[in-house]
């Protein structure tokens, strides 16, 4: 290594053999990077250049119209009633449920016969597809009671679970041991310490796995078939009768052989993916911002 005089050598820099494998592997990653990120260039480009078309004001508000009137007439107003309600429903039921499960995971139970069941559970439903949830909450619930914006948020909720389990354990994992070592020797009680010391510490994480898991829930279409249906109309009261959901109506739409219907099914889509970036945002600023005050 050659050194220069008044400069510091690079200690870091790998050399030989291992130069070549860094180099390598970074070419490999950047190659890989690329094949995932260009399908998804192409899906947001085709879905913004047939979605802007017919995003309006009065495309956001108005009425559902039948699926057989022109485009540029109706709107998706009820969808985005419905989606709010059920995501809503779904985030209140599953990320207190979440967080309270991964308390007990990090800091009573985690290596007890309970944490551990608890533990693999959530990586089970974590691989579990979407339409079995759906297939399932119909079987327990809708088969028993009937079609409701409640049983999509169950749907829901059951997809968002694991998500905030894994996320917030994970977050939990990262607060140092002396922290609560130190709130310990001041005679304070483990619920105090968890409350007061863990999670003030690693609630931007927290917060920002909440977000993301509801920006997945918002964007699922296979449960909500099978426990909302779809209808046009605005129904305030997802605990009676169906409802309708972004999603379905995207599903709805498309399959139609209506040019005005598929014209909205874009527009709803890309109406769908806004919402998801501004949550995917929302995130990032929210750990951005937590980050920041911890330091």
Request: hydrophobic letters at 55%; aromatic letters at 8%.
């Amino acid at each position: 290594m050659t050194v220069i005089p008044g400069q510091q050598p690079n200690l870091r820099e790998p050399a030989g053999w291992r130069r070549s494998k860094n180099r390598i592997t970074t070419v490999l990653m950047v190659i890989a990077f690329a094949l995932a990120v260009i399908p998804l260039v192409f899906v947001l480009i085709t879905v913004v250049a047939r979605g802007i078309k017919i995003i309006s004001w009065q495309f956001l508000t108005a009425s559902i119209p039948p699926q057989v009137v022109p485009a540029g007439i109706g709107g998706i107003g009820p969808a985005i009633v419905g989606t709010i309600e059920i995501v809503a429903l779904a985030t209140v039921m599953a990320v207190p449920l979440g967080v309270l499960g991964a308390i007990y995971l990090n800091e009573y139970g985690g290596k007890g016969v309970l944490g551990r069941l608890i533990g693999f559970m959530a990586d089970v439903m974590t691989g579990v597809p979407s339409i079995v949830m759906g297939l399932f909450i119909f079987s327990i619930w809708v088969l028993h009671f009937q079609y409701s914006g409640f049983a999509g948020a169950l749907a829901l909720g059951c997809l968002m679970l694991p998500v905030v389990i894994r996320s917030t354990d994970e977050m939990l994992k990262l607060v140092p041991n002396p922290l609560r070592e130190g709130s310990y020797a001041l005679g304070a009680t483990k619920a105090r310490v968890t409350v007061t010391v863990v999670l003030p510490a690693a609630i931007g994480g927290i917060v920002s796995g909440a977000l993301l898991a509801v920006a997945r829930a918002a964007g699922e279409t296979a449960p909500l078939l099978f426990t909302i249906l779809t209808v046009f109309t605005v129904n305030r009261n997802p605990f009676s009768g169906p409802n309708t959901s972004l999603p379905s109506q995207i599903f709805a739409n498309a399959t139609s052989p209506y040019t005005g219907a598929q014209d909205r099914a874009w527009g709803t889509a890309l109406t769908l993916i806004v919402i998801a970036f501004v949550f995917m945002i929302a995130a990032r600023i929210v750990t951005a911002r937590f980050t920041r005050y911890s330091r």
